[in-house]
């Protein structure tokens, strides 16, 4: 959402102006990582969350830790196997009287080795089924409570934050978040048993050799955090990158029209293409780069099978282990660097997802509107449309004033006009009215009850609202229309539609009705866009009407037509008309003339006239205008 009209806070970002979102789960050494500012108190937060789960998530656990189990064992069986089937064959060949190879034992140990795959598999599928339950049923909560979080914020808050930047925590954030959960938690208790029964049961087979297995890890790590770093830039540099072209491919795709227009689509492609030689540049060094570390791992882990088959080869050679032995300690070392690289992907996707739970964490703890008063005995009673405005002040920037000591009386059923030049707080004084901003001095009333002394919802019941920038969204014009008031009627509909003089273009529509308006209600005109805004006024039937700049987009055969529904919607009800051509509002009761917060001058079209002073001016400015 962009700053409110005339004069709103500035547009500093603070701590949300973070650029790139971090990376997703499943990263590896040299992903680079958008950390939290607290990852500690985050953490903390984020585990909270897991309360209502603890039980199902201990089941998690062990279903992980047993599946590990199962699954290191197998190596051993194996070998066990290999070593029968070779002491069998050996004998053989030495012609021992009664040698054979014991195919029994050889059908036992792999009976033992499917029953333990079959079960290693049946505990991670319980594990993957159970954790990803918690997962979703945990970010659905998030989401829930996120959405009601918005719901109760102040308008201040999507004035003052980019609308994107709320919608990548609803999708970027909570994607981030939800993989997290669902892979990386369970991964993390893997690794962690995977490395402590893998290195128990290299030591049990053999020390010697399990030392140099642990010597080539260090020399592992070195080559990757060197590696990393290099790598480390142009991650960040791609994501900075990637985050300008899709700024500017939605800018372009939002504004083709314009572009169009003025003929600069070689320009755009122009910018474009310089975009995406950079992006393409620092992802090609990025990934080269990265893709250098696992050959050199790799490398590395073969110089260690280089030194576990010549030390095994020994050791058998001098009975001190069996062949079956040096296969499984193979397999072995194969898995005991995996849970280390596995470890460090976490710790990158968890730093990402605490700095994702962060952001949303930021949103959840942002101050809400003050609480509604509570209901008093006579909140039903029928509004007559009595505005005051009493010595009201008010800012959006603390060192700038907008409005000060602003007096105003509006009988019931009174037209007032407010017009002044562009920042003179216009629509200001209805942010005010509507309470999406609270005075900072002064008091406003309706019918004698202070408006902060009514609960919002039953404050903005009473107003209809038809603004310069109609709001419709993608479904049937009549669902549109029928958003004024719950549980209307298809009568109360036409009825509105009738009063608002939008029921004839609808009926010539192929759907009529049931027309259905796409995301931005494109396929109908801007006229008749507002006049369905102006048939939802109608069915809301509130007691009091606000029209900003109602006309302002519309031919004049249409502005017409618009006019004469906001005069039938009128009738009998206090309305309040921002305009700029002021020859539509020469007949409203009162003119409030603003300029810098202050109301100028006051009085009816004429008697302002006749006064020759700053509404004389614009008047006869926009006069001269429209003759040349």
Do not use: C
Not at 406 to 432: H, M, R, W
Request: hydrophobic share 45%.
């Amino acid at each position: 959402m962009s700053r409110p009209p005339d004069q709103g806070p500035s547009q500093g970002t603070g701590s949300w102006n973070r650029g790139p979102e971090g990376m997703g789960p499943g990263g590896g050494f040299a992903r680079p990582v958008e950390r939290a500012k607290n990852p500690r108190r985050t953490m903390v937060r984020l585990v909270k969350e897991f309360r209502p789960y603890r039980l199902r998530l201990g089941l998690v656990a062990v279903a992980a830790m047993l599946s590990t189990i199962f699954a290191i064992w197998s190596p051993k069986i194996l070998g066990d196997a290999t070593t029968v089937l070779f002491v069998g064959f050996i004998a053989r060949i030495r012609h021992i009287a009664h040698a054979h190879v014991d195919f029994s034992a050889i059908l036992r140990d792999l009976t033992l080795l499917a029953l333990l795959y079959l079960v290693s598999s049946g505990f991670s599928y319980l594990q993957q089924y159970t954790m990803s339950g918690v997962a979703q049923t945990m970010v659905f909560h998030l989401r829930e409570s996120l959405m009601e979080k918005l719901n109760r914020l102040p308008v201040r808050f999507f004035d003052t934050h980019p609308h994107g930047e709320v919608l990548s925590r609803f999708v970027n954030d909570f994607d981030n978040i939800s993989s997290t959960l669902q892979q990386s938690l369970a991964q993390m208790i893997t690794a962690i048993v995977t490395f402590a029964g893998v290195v128990v049961m290299m030591l049990t087979i053999s020390p010697l050799m399990t030392l140099a297995v642990v010597i080539t890890m260090p020399l592992s790590l070195v080559v990757t955090m060197v590696i990393a770093r290099r790598s480390q830039r142009y991650f960040v540099l791609r994501q900075r990158q990637l985050g300008e072209i899709n700024g500017h491919v939605e800018e372009m795709y939002t504004g083709h029209l314009i572009i169009k227009a003025y003929g600069h689509e070689e320009r755009a492609i122009d910018h474009f293409e310089a975009i995406n030689e950079r992006l393409y540049a620092s992802s090609w060094k990025a990934q080269f780069i990265t893709g250098i570390i696992f050959p050199l791992v790799n490398l590395i882990g073969n110089l260690g099978y280089v030194l576990v088959s010549v030390l095994g080869g020994l050791l058998v050679a001098r009975r001190a282990i069996q062949i079956g032995d040096i296969q499984a300690f193979i397999q072995y070392a194969r898995q005991f660097s995996q849970p280390i690289t596995q470890l460090a992907s976490i710790s990158n996707t968890i730093q990402s997802t605490m700095a994702s739970a962060e952001r949303i964490f930021e949103i959840l703890d942002e101050s809400e509107e003050a609480l509604d008063p509570k209901a008093s005995g006579d909140d039903s009673a029928p509004i007559r449309g009595h505005v005051v405005f009493d010595q009201v002040s008010f800012r959006y920037d603390p060192d700038q004033s907008l409005i000060d000591n602003l007096t105003i009386d509006v009988q019931p059923g009174e037209t007032v006009a407010i017009v002044g030049p562009t920042g003179a707080g216009k629509t200001t004084l209805v942010n005010l009215l509507m309470r999406f901003y609270d005075v900072h001095a002064g008091r406003i009333y309706i019918d004698g009850i202070e408006i902060r002394d009514l609960p919002r919802a039953r404050l903005r019941s009473e107003f209809g609202m038809v603004l310069q920038d109609t709001w419709l969204f993608h479904g049937t014009i009549r669902d549109n229309i029928a958003y004024g008031q719950e549980g209307a009627t298809d009568a109360n509909i036409r009825a509105a539609a009738q009063s608002a003089h939008a029921d004839h273009f609808i009926r010539t529509l192929p759907e009529g009705y049931n027309t259905v308006l796409n995301e931005d209600a494109s396929n109908i005109s801007q006229g008749q866009r507002q006049l369905l805004t102006i048939a939802r006024a109608f069915l809301a039937n509130p007691s009091m009407l606000i029209f900003d700049e109602a006309t302002s987009n519309v031919d004049t055969r249409t502005e017409i037509a618009i006019q004469a529904a906001m005069q039938t919607l009128m009738n009998h009800r206090t309305s309040f008309v921002i305009a700029h051509r002021l020859s539509t509002i020469r007949g409203a009761d009162l003119i409030l003339v603003m300029d810098h917060g202050h109301i100028v001058e006051q009085g009816s079209h004429e008697a302002l006239i006749s006064r020759r002073g700053f509404y004389y001016q614009l008047y006869e400015s926009q006069f001269h205008r429209a003759v040349i």
